[in-house]
T-cell receptor, first 114, second 113 residues
Framework: NAGVTQTPKFRVLKTGQSMTLLCAQD?????MYWYRQDPGMGLRLIHY???????AKGEVPDGYNVSRLKKQNFLLGLESAAPSQTSVYFC?????????????FGPGTRLTVL | AQSVTQLGSHVSVSEGALVLLRCNYS??????LFWYVQYPNQGLQLLLK??????LVKGINGFEAEFKKSETSFHLTKPSAHMSDAAEYFC???????????FGSGTRLQVQP
């Protein structure tokens, strides 16, 4: 049982390049989330999904897109990377039953945009 | 709107001393409150959560937190710090119907030998 995994662990992009971050969970969770972590700012929600085929905007969605084609996967895309998107990105998932649910986090992806 | 304030971005204690990490929240509805720990270069791990049952919540690794509605606080404590407790700690809040968490800015705990 791997929990929540993220690919890749590190990436360096040039301004304007695109990339996709992959999050996978094997706990059959309905809810998945993408956060970014910046120094002194805690984690901020980018987008989230309440089930396969559904997504919603979080606190800081601009410049990002997401897709949830399969229940176990949640993809975060950057179409045209900017230096302001240099950050550590965390994916999380939680079950649908009961409230509040514990969110389980992946190990993170460290992205640098030059 | 809900928010979380963590007082002190860095806290340093001696090994064996009391650990106290402060968290205050603002919420217009009854909150659910969480403490997460992040070890270097790792993801976040749940320490404990308050779900409107007992106001004193015990978590993993000897940590506990007390929900005080009158003070809108959820401070994290541990009676005796270990070197292995050195990490960053995040307080977070949510409420019924909202799955996403709102995080505080974090407190980095240093434990001196």
């Amino acid at each position: 049982n791997a929990g929540v995994t993220q690919t890749p662990k590190f990436r360096v992009l040039k301004t304007g390049q695109s990339m996709t971050l992959l999050c996978a969970q094997d706990m059959n969770h309905e809810y998945m989330y993408w956060y970014r972590q910046d120094p002194g700012m805690g984690l901020r929600l980018i987008h989230y999904s309440v089930g396969e085929g559904t997504t919603a905007k979080g606190e800081v969605p601009d410049g990002y897109n997401v897709s949830r084609l399969k229940k176990q996967n949640f993809l975060l895309g950057l179409e045209s990377a900017a230096p302001s998107q240099t950050s550590v990105y965390f994916c999380a998932s939680s079950a649908s039953a009961g409230s509040p649910d514990t969110q389980y986090f992946g190990p993170g992806t460290r992205l640098t945009v030059l | 709107a809900q928010s979380v304030t963590q007082l002190g971005s860095h806290v340093s204690v001696s090994e064996g001393a009391l650990v106290l990490l402060r968290c205050n929240y603002s919420s217009s509805v009854p909150p659910y409150l969480f403490w997460y720990v992040q070890y270097p270069n790792q993801g976040l791990q749940l320490l404990l959560k308050y779900t409107s049952a007992a106001t004193l919540v015990k978590g993993i690794n000897g940590f506990e937190a007390e929900f005080k509605k009158s003070e809108t606080s959820f401070h994290l404590t541990k009676p005796s710090a270990h070197m292995s407790d050195a990490a960053e700690y995040f307080c977070a809040v949510s409420y019924t119907g909202r799955r996403a968490l709102t995080f505080g800015s974090g407190t980095r705990l240093q434990v001196q030998p």
